[in-house]
């Protein structure tokens, strides 16, 4: 009953990121295929932590592994993408991956959660509309993570400093686009790692970054590095970092419009 209630309160006091958002005509998809390689054990607590939102909220969720639901008929009943920790390679054909392009084209939302940097990391697209692609990470451990910006919606009640175990990804393959929001504090890092933390951290020397929005290709996009631990998913600070996340996202989506769609093949120049 406490924990419900300390939930409750957390959600409420970020209220203002979901203020525009209508939940009760939001529908979401949480998308967890992975390909070969490894799969975190976190996906399953994921999925569950959105469908309670869902159910507080008022907003609907539904869940899949199949790349089959990649059409422009399915996903244009979508406000939102959410990809939780997918991995490798997550369509099975280049008509999912343009069906995918074509909805971001179209003003649709995507939510990217810790491993989804490892995803689709042959697409010069996809590693754009993301940011760059997963290149390693320091081992499991308690850091911190900045609030960079302390007025955007998406962060509003998290701590300036947040202290929590998780994993510090490094990317490579960046692309400029991003905002970054909140970033990992490279110092509190193990220092038994810190020769590859200079290598993999390139020119960041004190703050890499954990979490990002992107106004890519006619799509909205807001991502975050951390979540690798499937506890986070159920411990309120984290479900707050992720639902308004998601608000953010949603209530930029103002309408899925194919028509604004222009990719005839997935590696088209982004106009």
Same mark, same amino acid.
């Given at each position: 009953?406490?924990?419900?209630?300390?939930?409750?309160?957390?959600?409420?006091?970020?209220?203002?990121?979901?203020? !525009?958002?209508?939940?009760? *005509?939001?529908?979401?998809?949480?998308?967890?295929?992975?390909? *070969?390689?490894?799969?975190?054990?976190?996906?399953?607590?994921?999925?569950?932590?959105? !469908?309670?939102?869902?159910?507080? &909220?008022?907003?609907?969720?539904?869940?899949?592994?199949?790349?089959?639901?990649?059409?422009?008929?399915?996903?244009?009943?979508?406000?939102?993408?959410?990809?939780? +920790?997918?991995?490798?390679?997550?369509?099975?054909?280049?008509? &999912?991956?343009?069906?995918?392009?074509?909805?971001?084209?179209? /003003?649709?939302?995507?939510? /990217?959660?810790?491993?989804?940097?490892?995803?689709?990391?042959?697409?010069?697209?996809?590693?754009?509309?993301?940011?760059?692609?997963?290149?390693? #990470?320091? *081992?499991?451990?308690?850091?911190?993570?900045?609030?960079?910006?302390?007025?955007?919606?998406?962060?509003?009640?998290?701590?300036?400093?947040?202290?929590?175990?998780?994993?510090?990804? =490094?990317?490579?393959?960046?692309?400029?686009?991003?905002?970054?929001?909140?970033? #990992?504090?490279?110092?509190?890092? $193990?220092? +038994?790692?810190?020769? !590859?933390?200079?290598?993999? %951290?390139?020119?960041?020397?004190?703050?890499?970054?954990?979490?990002? #929005?992107?106004?890519? $290709? %006619?799509?909205?996009?807001?991502?975050?590095?951390? /979540?690798?631990?499937?506890?986070?998913? &159920?411990?309120?600070?984290?479900?707050? #970092? @992720?639902?308004?996340? @998601?608000?953010?996202?949603?209530? &930029?989506?103002?309408?899925?419009? =194919?028509?604004?769609?222009?990719?005839?093949?997935?590696?088209?120049?982004?106009?």
């Amino acid at each position: 009953m406490i924990r419900a209630l300390f939930v409750g309160m957390l959600l409420w006091a970020g209220a203002s990121a979901s203020a !525009q958002v209508n939940w009760k *005509k939001v529908r979401i998809l949480v998308y967890t295929k992975n390909g *070969k390689g490894y799969v975190h054990d976190n996906i399953p607590f994921a999925v569950a932590c959105f !469908q309670r939102l869902g159910k507080e &909220q008022g907003f609907t969720v539904d869940s899949t592994s199949n790349p089959a639901v990649f059409t422009e008929a399915s996903l244009a009943r979508y406000n939102a993408l959410v990809f939780t +920790s997918t991995n490798n390679d997550v369509f099975d054909t280049d008509v &999912q991956r343009l069906a995918f392009r074509r909805y971001i084209e179209a /003003g649709g939302g995507f939510v /990217g959660i810790h491993s989804v940097m490892g995803t689709e990391r042959n697409w010069y697209w996809f590693k754009r509309m993301l940011g760059g692609t997963f290149a390693w #990470h320091p *081992k499991f451990q308690k850091l911190r993570v900045v609030k960079l910006d302390k007025e955007h919606p998406s962060l509003a009640g998290l701590p300036d400093v947040w202290e929590k175990e998780d994993e510090c990804y =490094f990317s490579k393959e960046l692309s400029p686009g991003p905002t970054v929001i909140m970033a #990992h504090d490279l110092t509190s890092l $193990d220092t +038994s790692q810190r020769a !590859q933390i200079r290598t993999f %951290g390139g020119g960041y020397t004190r703050l890499y970054p954990a979490v990002w #929005h992107h106004r890519f $290709d %006619g799509g909205h996009t807001w991502c975050t590095a951390l /979540g690798h631990d499937k506890k986070d998913y &159920q411990d309120p600070v984290f479900t707050k #970092h @992720l639902f308004q996340g @998601l608000a953010f996202v949603v209530s &930029q989506v103002k309408k899925v419009d =194919f028509g604004k769609a222009y990719a005839k093949e997935r590696d088209e120049e982004v106009r």
